[in-house]
């Protein structure tokens, strides 16, 4: 590991020295997701600009991110070898623990997981690589996006700054390292195809707006005073009876006392109150905030609350609607960059996620499909049954197939006759007596009798075999 760094530092000195590298923002701004001052959690409870931790806090943005990172980080990411043009698990001793715990700190789970929350949340994923002294990948840390920049230098090669970061045991900050010692995924790439712009950016006034109506509401229902409507009085009353009376309605009628009953003289008169049409669409207005935040996270608003639940009962199309909009491109991604970050494919090798396991809880629909496959013969019954955790059993390692299906080869030769569906010719040959073919006994030909009396103990035989399986 020493020996890697010390190589490590003399290319990130002779980099310095030798190229100008740039950012690649260029000082245009537009990798500021957020503008107005720091990103200062909590300024929109101060009325200021919402910032990005504060934007993480409206609840369908956290169902999103949350439910598409644990989707992602449960599925298990195996290790898949070529053997004879089919891909099977296998394992490997330079590569089988890092993929069963990447870091020190971190399970296999967990690492997808943070993989996955900084890719929805920043638009970039920047994972540190650490070697041994044969050049193996040994260890893999998700760094903090916000401590990382992309340089770019004249000859088009690409660098990274990095932030000093003492739990990815990087104890001291670089200035430039080289893109070799880094995998960088990144989502929508809209301005620079080094820099993802995450989901956030098109759900950010949506999200800003369903804040803004939950804070009005908590204010309202916080600091309302008011019963369950007006009083009114025939004549003017001083300004002590009315602090009189405002006292005693925010001592009467706020908080959870709302709506209590008001009894008053002196003429007063009380008229009920409706709550206002505007406050009556606050909930019509904060749903409309959260499925258009789940657009941009390409979630059915059904799977974070905010929408109606289907009225077919098809779990494994509602399934795979979800996995096509919003998981199918972030398994590739994860699976194309291991696979060339790690070296994999030169070496037969190549990274997968088993998406069998989006179906592990519906049963119903995984033994429907199970038993469909082994039916066409595409898979035999222990395959199968090795998906339910079930041993092999006698006879169950090879597709099973009807008796009656031809192969392609043999309707090829029927149908190449001049008329395919014609029956079978009739033979000429005349049959043949049970005895026509007994060699001679003794060189000579049995005469007539010898075979009228071996006909007749063949029959009785026959006849005596027929009796004993009845």
Known sequence: MKFTARIRKAAVAWAVKQLTLSGVDSGRGWTRLFGGGDFETGSWQQDRELTQDDILTFSPIYACITLIAGDVGKICLRLMESKGGVWQETTSNSFSPLFRKPNHYQT?????????????AFGNTYVLKLRDARGVVTSMYILDPSRV???????GSVY??????????????????????IIHDRIS???HSLVGIPPLVAAHLPAAQGLRIQKSSEKFFKNMARPGGMLTAPAEINDETAARLKAEFEKNFSGDKLGRLFVGGDGLTFSATSIPADQSQLVEQLKLSGEQVCSAFHVPPYMVG?????????????????FNQALHTLYNAIEDLLDLSLGLTPLGYRAEFDIDDLLRMDSTAQAEVLSKLVGAAIMAPDEARKRFNLPPVEGGSSPLAQQQNFSLAALAKRDAKADPFAPAPASSTPAKEPLDDLPPIDGAEPDEKSMAE???????VAK???????
């Not at 920049?149 to 000859?155: E, M, S």
């Not at 009962?313 to 795979?320: C, D, R």
């Not at 071996?454 to 009785?460: C, K, P, S, T």
């Not at 005596?464 to 009845?470: D, I, Y």
Request: net charge negative; hydrophobic share 35%; proline share 8%.
């Open 149 to 155: 920049q992309t340089l770019v230098a004249p000859d």
């Open 306 to 322: 905010v929408g109606p639940y289907p009225s077919y009962n098809n779990v494994q199309a509602l399934n795979q609607q979800y």
């Open 160 to 181: 990274y700054r990095l932030q000093s970061d003492d739990l990815s045991k990087l104890h001291v900050d670089m200035p430039a390292v080289p893109a070799s010692e």
């Open 464 to 470: 005596g075999l027929v009796c004993e399986q009845n």
């Open 108 to 120: 296999r789970q967990q690492f997808i997981e943070n993989w996955i929350f900084s890719k929805l």
């Open 189 to 191: 790439p809209l301005h």
């Open 454 to 460: 071996a006909r007749e103990v063949i029959a009785y």
